[in-house]
C-alpha cells in the first residue's frame, strides 16, 4: 500500500482581532516534506513519524507532504490558505496513486473566504484519489464537524482528551482504520449526532472524565470502530459551530447512529454540571492564599491555545496590588519588552511596561519596576506529549516578589520548563499562575496542591449563551435555551 500524509493546523478564533498570516506558520516550520526529521520533536513531526513508522513495519511506502501549524488566532489569510492546501494537493497528485491518505487536521481552521477549510482540503483530495482510495482526518476535539467532512473522509478521528495528550493513540487508530478499508477489511461508516451545546469540556473531571471512559468502552463492542466527541469550538463562528458525536462503525449505519446517539443523549443529561464555574479573580488569589502548599491559577481567559493574546496582566496586576509573594507568573507575550530587558542586560534594574498593547482584550498596560534576572534566546517548553513548543527569545523579571516570564513568540503555558528553564525554582513558590485554560494540567498537575481555573478578562469567555454568533445556524442551543432537544 502507498500512504500519503500532511498536515494543515490552525484553531481560528473568529473573533480576535488579526488574522493569521504566513509568518505565523513560520514560528514551528512549515516543514516541506521533512517534517519526520527536521520537525521531528514537534507535535506534528511525532505524529507524522508514527504513521512513517507503522507504515515501516507493516511493509507500506509512505510519503510525507507539506505540515504546516500556526498558533490560534484570526482567519487565515486567504492566500496563504490557499498555498499551503495547493502545495499539499500539488503533491498527491504528482507522486500518486496512493491508496491511503492521512491527514493531520485541526477542524476548526476558517479563512477569509471559507468557513470550512478542512471540508475543502478533503473534498479537494477526495477529487484527486477517488472514490476507492481511504482518506482519513485525524482533528483536535475543538473542531467543527461538518457534513462535508463526513461525505469527504472515509474516517474522521479526534482526540478524546483535552489535555490533548493522546495524539498519537488516535493517530494510530486513524491508520489502522483507513488500512483496513483501503485493503477491503473495513468498511467504515460514520454518523454524527448534534448535541445542540455549546461548551467547554476539560476531560480531566466529572462528569466529562465518565463520559469520555464511555466513548472507550463503546469502541469494545463489536463493529464499532471509533467514538468521538467533537467539543466544537466556542469562539470560531462558522454555521456548524456547536458540539456533536461522531461513531464509526464496520459497515453497519444503524450501529453507527446507535452509538452516536447514546453518547450524545449522556453529554446532554449532564449539560448543567459541565457549564464551567470558575471564581472571579479576587476569590481566587483568596483560595490560593488558604491553599497548604502550591496553588496553580489558570489565567483562562488570555490563553494563546484559544486564539487570544496572552498580553492581558489584569491578574499580575492583582497579585502585586495583594502583595503575593513567593510567587511566579507566566507567561506573557510582549516582544517589545523582552526586547527591551535583552538589551539591558541581566542583573539590571528598569521602569518597564508591560501587556496590554494587542486590543481591548489585552486590557491595560501595567506599570512596573523590573529586574532582569535571565534571558535566553530561542526558549522552548514541553508540549503536549513529547513535543516542545517553542516560545522565542524569553526573559526572567523579579516584579516586587513575583517571578514573572515574557516570551516573543506567543503560546500558551504548558510546562513548568517555561520557568525552569530560564532558572526560576518552582519548588519554592507557594502560588503559580500560567496563561492556558486547560493544557497546563498534564504538567502542572503533578506539582500543584490546588489548581484553580480563574475567571479572569480576556478573548476567550466562558458565557457561551453571550457569544455574538452571526453564521451559527442553530441559534437554540445551550445555554442559550434551556432544553434545546426537548428531552
Not at 174 to 196: E, N
Not at 228 to 234: D, E, V
Not at 371 to 395: E, I, N, W, Y
Request: net charge negative; proline share 6%; charged share 20%.
Amino acid at each position: 500500500m502507498r500512504v500519503f500524509a500532511a498536515g494543515l493546523i490552525t484553531e481560528t478564533n473568529t473573533f480576535a482581532p488579526w488574522p493569521t498570516g504566513a509568518q505565523g506558520f513560520c514560528e514551528e516550520g512549515p516543514f516541506h516534506g521533512d517534517v519526520t526529521t527536521r520537525g521531528k520533536d514537534t507535535e506534528m513531526g511525532l505524529q507524522a513519524s508514527g504513521w512513517r513508522d507503522l507504515c515501516h513495519e507493516r511493509g507500506h511506502e509512505f510519503v510525507e507532504s507539506l505540515f504546516a501549524i500556526a498558533q490560534p488566532s484570526g482567519r487565515a489569510v486567504q492566500s496563504v490558505y490557499e498555498g499551503f492546501r495547493d502545495e499539499i494537493l500539488a503533491d498527491l497528485k504528482a507522486k500518486g496513486p496512493f491508496d491511503v491518505v492521512l491527514l493531520s487536521l485541526h477542524g476548526a481552521m476558517v479563512s477569509q473566504a471559507c468557513d470550512d477549510c478542512e471540508g475543502d482540503i478533503l473534498a479537494r483530495v477526495r477529487a484527486i484519489v477517488g472514490p476507492n482510495a481511504a482518506v482519513g482526518a485525524h482533528l483536535d476535539p475543538h473542531c467543527h464537524l461538518t457534513p462535508l467532512m463526513i461525505e469527504k473522509a472515509t474516517a474522521i478521528v479526534i482526540m478524546k482528551e483535552y489535555p490533548h495528550t493522546d495524539y498519537m493513540e488516535r493517530g494510530k487508530e486513524l491508520f489502522d482504520i483507513c488500512i483496513g478499508a483501503a485493503q477491503g477489511t473495513l468498511k467504515p461508516v460514520s454518523h454524527l449526532f448534534d448535541c445542540r451545546m455549546v461548551g467547554f469540556y476539560p476531560t480531566t473531571t466529572e462528569p466529562m472524565r465518565s463520559l469520555v471512559d464511555k466513548c472507550f468502552a463503546a469502541e469494545k463492542r463489536p463493529g464499532v470502530l471509533s467514538v468521538s466527541i467533537g467539543h466544537g469550538f466556542p469562539w470560531g463562528d462558522t454555521p456548524e459551530t456547536g458540539t456533536k458525536i461522531l461513531a464509526v462503525a464496520d459497515g453497519d449505519a444503524a450501529l453507527a447512529q446507535s452509538v452516536a446517539a447514546g453518547i450524545g443523549h449522556d453529554i446532554y443529561a449532564h449539560r448543567e454540571a459541565l457549564l464551567p464555574k470558575f471564581p472571579k479573580i479576587e476569590d481566587a488569589l483568596g483560595t490560593a492564599r488558604e491553599t497548604n502548599g502550591c496553588a496553580v491559577l489558570a489565567d483562562t481567559a488570555d490563553n494563546a491555545g484559544g486564539g487570544a493574546p496572552s498580553d492581558n496582566v489584569s491578574l499580575l496586576r492583582a497579585m502585586i496590588e495583594h502583595k503575593v509573594q513567593d510567587a511566579a507568573f507566566g507567561c506573557i507575550w510582549d516582544p517589545i519588552a523582552v526586547r527591551t530587558c535583552a538589551e539591558a542586560g541581566v542583573g539590571a534594574t528598569l521602569p518597564l511596561r508591560i501587556g496590554g498593547k494587542s486590543g481591548p482584550a489585552s486590557g491595560d498596560p501595567i506599570d512596573i519596576i523590573a529586574t532582569v534576572k535571565a534571558f535566553r534566546a530561542d526558549h522552548d517548553q514541553q508540549g503536549l506529549g513529547p513535543s516542545r513548543s517553542p516560545m522565542g527569545d524569553a526573559v526572567w523579571i523579579a516584579v516586587e516578589e513575583i517571578d514573572v516570564v515574557l516570551m516573543s513568540t506567543r503560546t500558551q503555558t504548558f510546562a513548568p520548563d517555561a520557568f525552569t528553564g530560564l532558572g526560576i525554582d518552582l519548588k519554592a513558590k507557594r502560588m503559580i499562575a500560567v496563561k492556558s485554560s486547560w493544557h497546563f494540567q498534564a504538567l502542572f498537575g503533578p506539582i500543584a496542591d490546588r489548581i484553580i481555573p480563574v475567571a479572569t478578562p480576556g478573548a476567550i469567555q466562558m458565557d457561551f449563551a453571550a457569544i455574538d454568533y452571526r453564521k451559527k445556524r442553530d441559534r437554540d442551543f445551550f445555554p442559550r435555551v434551556k432544553n434545546p432537544l426537548g428531552l
